[in-house]
């Protein structure tokens, strides 16, 4: 019960990394108040202002405080050429994966910073999804792989802007996770009969579950992750460690 009494906002919950999260918080003691388009506690569109100053101030004239928000929502916004897109696809795709997370923070902070968390009083802890995306290129579109990059610079500023307040903020870099974007990889590895090449690439060879990313996600929020702060966390399987390569298996040797 590692996030017991603890009250919690996650957007994107409606499916993939935010649903399996919002399910790991509540088994440890959260009260969470998930937010999506649709299928969540809330509707809610993380991009726009207005929602999501609505959103928090719900949740906190609702429970009386707010220890937590995972800013998860986000698109792929496909993987369309650096020429082959427009500027309003990149500002659609900025705004939910980018400017969302600014949001989240915006308005989650102050209301983190008057929460009775701790025995001094206030603080809390805000996460925001980037990617793998964010640190390389190869992993995603140009305007995501841009936004994501973001989302790691936003973290690192936003928690030297919280001096004092204790309030931890922390980004997660997920690798190729099975989730609704990532879905129409693994179903067209699968009716090839390659499912074996999913996450070749990485030293695990594997592709993640969203539960590995809420894993990660659970120890950020918690006192676990106490002194933990303007980091952002990869969790793809070994996959930024290296540069690609055709990884052999483990004890075997080339002839």
Not at 30 to 50: R, S
Not at 66 to 77: E, H, K, Q, T
Request: aromatic share 6%; glycine share 14%; net charge negative.
């Amino acid at each position: 019960m590692r996030l017991a009494g603890k009250v919690a906002i996650i957007t994107g919950a409606g499916s993939g990394i935010g649903k399996a999260t919002a399910a790991l918080f509540r088994s440890e003691g959260a009260t969470v108040i998930g937010a999506d388009l649709h299928g969540a506690d809330v509707d809610c569109d993380a991009g726009d202002e207005a929602s999501v100053k609505a959103l928090v101030e719900r949740v906190v004239g609702d429970h009386g405080r707010l220890d937590i928000i995972f800013a998860n929502a986000g698109v792929s916004g496909g993987f369309d050429g650096l020429f082959d897109q427009d500027a309003a696809a990149w500002a659609e795709i900025l705004r939910i994966n980018l400017i969302g997370p600014f949001l989240a923070i915006k308005y989650a902070a102050p209301a983190m910073k008057d929460s009775p968390m701790t025995k001094e009083g206030g603080g809390g802890s805000i996460i925001c999804t980037a990617s793998v995306a964010g640190l390389r290129a190869g992993a995603g579109g140009p305007a995501y792989s841009a936004s994501k990059a973001g989302v790691i610079s936003l973290v690192k500023v936003a928690a030297t802007q919280m001096v004092g307040a204790n309030i931890r903020v922390n980004a997660i870099c997920p690798g190729l996770i099975e989730t609704g974007m990532t879905e129409f990889i693994f179903d067209r590895a699968r009716e090839k009969g390659q499912e074996d090449r999913i996450g070749h690439l990485n030293p695990l060879k594997r592709g993640g579950q969203p539960i590995e990313i809420a894993n990660t996600a659970l120890f950020l929020a918690s006192d676990d992750s106490s002194y933990v702060n303007g980091q952002a966390i990869t969790v793809d399987g070994g996959l930024s460690a290296s540069h690609p390569y055709n990884h052999q298996s483990y004890g075997r040797t080339s002839a």
